[in-house]
T-cell receptor, first 114, second 113 residues
């Protein structure tokens, strides 16, 4: 089955620790995205990547970092600089950013930082 | 710049009643419009999308939406609600300026038996 996997589903960390969220896709998509979802705020774009070894900041990139060393993988690191990291994080992919293509979403990772 | 406004953070209907979820967009160029559905603790799934052509778009699970340029709207409807339709619904807009969609805040659909 083609799709996007995110792991783990739930993640708990202490304040001040960096944490990395995994995202893998086997859809052969060029573009990948990270969104943050908070109640009543919809989805906000953190980072996106058009192609391997390239990524761009989204609307709320501060306190986050990403890498795209392989086409299939787009991990997100939530750093200790992120002031309010507790949220639901969604990874998505699409064929390309060069057209109005459907985004395919993973099941999400719920991060709780205390 | 592009933006989306979803009117009503919660919409409550009875099973069998009409579902109407409202979405208005702002875009300086012709828009591409999407509706996604999210079930609890899951990712989003595409219901339908408008790119060009016919303004009435049919999607999965009996949903449809109509693009009305004069009203800058893309409301989602379903003639008869099922309990299984209870979920969060997101409208999104993309455009030639940026094909990366901008999402609305979402509308939670509650279906009463």
């Amino acid at each position: 089955d083609g799709g996007i996997t995110q792991s783990p589903k739930y993640l708990f960390r202490k304040e001040g620790q960096n944490v990395t969220l995994s995202c893998e896709q086997n859809l052969n998509h060029d573009a990948m995205y990270w969104y943050r979802q908070d109640p009543g705020q919809g989805l906000r774009l953190i980072y996106y990547s058009q192609i391997v070894n390239d990524f761009q900041k989204g609307d709320i990139a501060e306190g986050y970092s990403v890498s795209r060393e392989k086409k299939e993988s787009f991990p997100l690191t939530v750093t200790s600089a992120q002031k309010n990291p507790t949220a639901f994080y969604l990874c998505a992919s699409s064929i390309s950013v060069a057209g109005p293509y459907e985004q395919y979403f993973g099941p999400g990772t719920r991060l709780t930082v205390t | 710049a592009q933006s989306v406004t979803q009117l009503g953070s919660h919409v409550s209907v009875s099973e069998g009643a009409l579902v109407l979820l409202r979405c208005n967009y702002s875009s300086s160029v012709p828009p591409y419009l999407f509706w996604y559905v999210q079930y609890p603790n899951q990712g989003l799934q595409l219901l339908l999308k408008y790119t060009t052509g016919a303004t009435l778009v049919k999607g999965i699970n009996g949903f449809e939406a109509e693009f009305k340029k004069s009203e800058t709207s893309f409301h989602l409807t379903k003639p008869s609600a099922h309990m299984s339709d209870a979920a969060e619904y997101f409208c999104a807009v993309a455009s030639g300026g940026s094909y990366i969609p901008t999402f609305g805040r979402g509308t939670s659909l509650i279906v009463h038996p």
